[in-house]
């Protein structure tokens, strides 16, 4: 069976900040593995500021969304920065666009 390419990518660089990579459509099978990068970008790489990048993101799974912003409530109780970048065509419906 072939090895199905995530659409969540953990980025870190020691010149950027970490950046968490969503690209095309993020389903329920996807959840999980969302939820743990972006606790790994909190967690593993504190205090520097976290990148949500949702671009490219074509759908989100509500789980998925959910675990958007609980990372963001905990970050900003933890006073990490986190910066939300959406594309014309925003997979959230307009949830995340405050954050931006």
């Not at 949702?54 to 958007?68: E, K, N, S, Y």
């Amino acid at each position: 069976m072939p090895h199905e390419r995530s659409p969540v990518t953990l980025l870190h660089e020691a010149s950027c900040p970490v950046a968490v990579s969503f690209h095309g459509e993020i389903d329920a099978s996807w959840a999980a593995e969302a939820q743990h990068s972006l606790v790994a970008a909190l967690v593993h790489h504190r205090p520097d500021p976290i990148v949500i990048d949702l671009r490219a993101a074509t759908r989100l799974d509500p789980r998925v969304v959910g675990a958007i912003l609980a990372t963001i409530d905990a970050a900003d109780d933890l006073d990490v920065p986190v910066r939300v970048l959406l594309g014309a065509a925003d997979p959230t419906g307009g949830l995340l666009a405050a954050t931006v």
